[in-house]
């Protein structure tokens, strides 16, 4: 039997890999061709196709993409407790699609959208059954961005054993690569559809990435064979609920004088700690109560003891872990509400410019952001290639610098880029002054469009240092049953951004309202608004959130965790090997 286990265990570590990250990053590739083919242009279909005001519109995007950014701890939730990340990743594929379908044949369909406009007649708005058929399309691809988003990264750094030093260190490189690969589908999705949904049609302009998204399951479910599966741990909900229990239960307790007289037992930890146990720390002490043994906690060998009044180390550190990621975890939100406005503001801005490139030919308004995916990519690929070996003379570091510095680089840069905003709206609007275009909105204001390249760009380069930090963080950080989870975590940083985004716009639209139509944020015409002072409403949260970042990641604990190597001799123990980001 024990023989029998060795080989199966044997041929699991052969599978994996570098071979399975074509299959992976397809899936992945196709997702975000399908997610932002639309969602880069959404609020050009909201607007002209179904006549929705702009702050209508614009709350529209940022609460789908808020609700997409939520759904992930449903599909975590899923992956870590029952059903694996790979059949998670399947049927949440086939849901998007379904999702996608729908929506496509909504905007192919004459009925299922309001009428053109004709002259100058008030554009007649979606009915509440063609806006029913829209949300229920957007419900199901941010139900299937649920299962995708936070199981497609893990997965895919699931495929490197952490336990073998050779395939360990090249998680780092891992998540460089899958961020490489999605801006690179990003940057497809925001030129060649773009275009296709402003000058042939909506139709082809969904049916593409629909069709994407269908090969993408495709090749993703081909790969089955070769990938390395880990199976479902429980749930980890579940465990972080009895720890609070039994540490609420025990709060009168006197804490033991030595931590090793806590209760550690490997045969139930075991299965959640494939890669090594979780050391304890002293912070949160109080927590440590949950692992102190009592006369009514004290079972015989080889029974389970009952985990809502008593826990291992390994599950409280478990908790210790979340809690501490939590702060971290929070800075990442304002930076999301201010690269979200690059998809409703940012766009309106762009409309209204010159963008000629040719004297036939102009480019979409929508298709700016390959700017922000163009930097993004060089600063990945600069990064990765020069950067880190540079940086690494001088840390030690294999990974160049901590994650921590690397999300704290991209949140300076991020404020630099919403307060280049807010000057280039000031140019923009007095030049529409002086050619006497202030009261005239649909009119081509002549200044390039161009002009917003810096702002784009900007957010493009604090992207490719904060959201791969914050990546980085997440997976490593995370305790190693919850990875899956703390994927969603990062998903939902984007998810509380978009709808912080949805908030702010709308008490900045309902408080700055003054006699004959004044406003910062008008839907009649942005030439006569303040968006301007909207960014550096943005640009000064951002400010306070740096603070507050830099104050959290000097006080963050880094988890320490014994990381079984490998097996010297079948009788001696593991050797083990504390690991730090700092000290590696």
């Known amino acids: ?17 570098l071979i399975t990250m074509p299959f992976i990053f397809a899936n992945e590739i196709c997702e975000k061709i399908a997610v932002v083919g639309f969602n880069t242009n959404m609020i050009s279909y909201l607007t002209k196709q179904l006549h929705m005001p702009l702050t209508k519109g614009a709350n529209t995007i940022t609460n789908f993409n808020g609700t997409a950014s939520l759904t992930p701890l449903i599909g975590a939730f899923i992956a870590d407790s029952y059903v694996g990340r790979f059949w998670t990743i399947t049927v949440a594929s086939i849901l998007y699609q379904i999702g996608m379908i729908s929506l ?5 369909v004459p009925g299922l959208k309001p009428p053109p406009c004709k002259g100058g007649e008030i554009c007649e708005e979606a009915s509440g059954k063609q806006l029913g058929i829209l949300y229920f399309s957007l419900l199901l691809t941010a139900l299937g961005s649920g299962g995708i988003r936070p199981c497609v990264v893990s997965f895919g750094a699931d495929q490197f054993d952490e336990s073998d030093p050779k395939q360990g260190k090249k998680t780092y490189k891992y998540f460089n690569w899958y961020y490489f690969a999605m801006g690179a589908s990003m940057l497809v999705a925001v030129t060649v559809l773009v275009y296709v949904q402003d000058n042939i049609g909506w139709g082809w302009g969904f049916g593409i990435p629909t069709i994407a998204m269908f090969l993408s399951i495709i090749t993703f479910v081909l790969g089955y064979s070769i990938y390395r599966h880990l199976d479902p741990s429980g749930s980890p909900f579940t465990r972080l609920l009895q720890v609070s229990v039994a540490a609420f239960r025990k709060r009168k307790l006197e804490m033991v004088p030595n931590s090793t007289l806590l209760y550690q037992n490997h045969d139930i930890d075991d299965p959640i700690s494939r890669d090594g146990k979780l050391l304890h720390t002293n912070h949160m002490r109080f927590l440590d109560k949950a692992a102190i043994v009592t006369e009514q906690d ?13 826990n ?13 990621m939590g702060p971290i975890w929070a800075s990442g939100i304002i930076l999301i509400t201010a690269y979200s406005q690059q998809y409703t503001f940012s ?26 995916l163009l930097t993004m990519l060089i600063t990945i690929a600069l990064y990765d290639r020069i950067f880190i070996p540079i940086a690494r003379r001088f840390t030690g570091l294999d990974r160049g610098i901590t994650f921590l510095k690397r999300m704290g680089i991209g949140l300076v840069i991020s404020i630099f880029a919403t307060l280049v905003a807010g000057f280039v709206e000031r140019k923009r609007k007095h030049v529409a002054l002086i050619h006497g275009l202030q009261d005239h909105p649909s009119s081509t204001i002549p200044i390039s469009i161009f002009w917003l390249v810096p702002q784009y ?15 980085e963080f997440f997976y490593d950080q995370s305790p190693e049953s919850m990875r899956s989870t703390a994927m969603a975590l990062f998903w939902t940083s984007i998810s509380a951004g978009n709808y912080l985004s949805t908030l702010l716009v709308t008490l900045v639209h309902k408080y700055t309202a003054g006699p004959n139509g004044y406003n910062w944020l008008r839907n009649d015409n942005i030439n006569k608004g303040k968006l301007e002072n909207f960014y550096w409403l943005v640009t000064l949260l951002q400010v306070f959130n740096l603070v507050y970042y830099i104050v959290c990641a000097k006080m963050y604990t880094f988890k ?12 001696k123990v593991d050797e083990v090997q504390l690991v730090n980001p700092d000290v590696e």
């Open 1 to 17: 039997m024990e023989e029998h286990q060795s080989t199966r265990n044997h041929v699991e570590r052969k599978k994996g890999g």
């Open 104 to 108: 496509t044949t909504s905007a192919v």
């Open 298 to 310: 004290k079972v015989k060998v080889g029974e389970k003891p009952n985990l809502w009044n008593l």
């Open 312 to 324: 291992t180390v390994h599950r409280v550190e478990e908790l210790k872990s979340v809690i501490r």
């Open 347 to 372: 766009l309106q801005q762009g409309t209204t410019m010159d963008r000629r490139l040719t004297d036939s030919f102009k480019i979409p308004a929508g298709s700016m952001s390959v700017f922000t």
């Open 457 to 471: 760009s900007l957010h493009g380069m604090a992207e490719a240092f904060m959201s791969i930090g914050h990546l």
């Open 560 to 571: 320490p965790l014994e990381v079984q190597r490998k097996v010297v001799d079948s009788s």
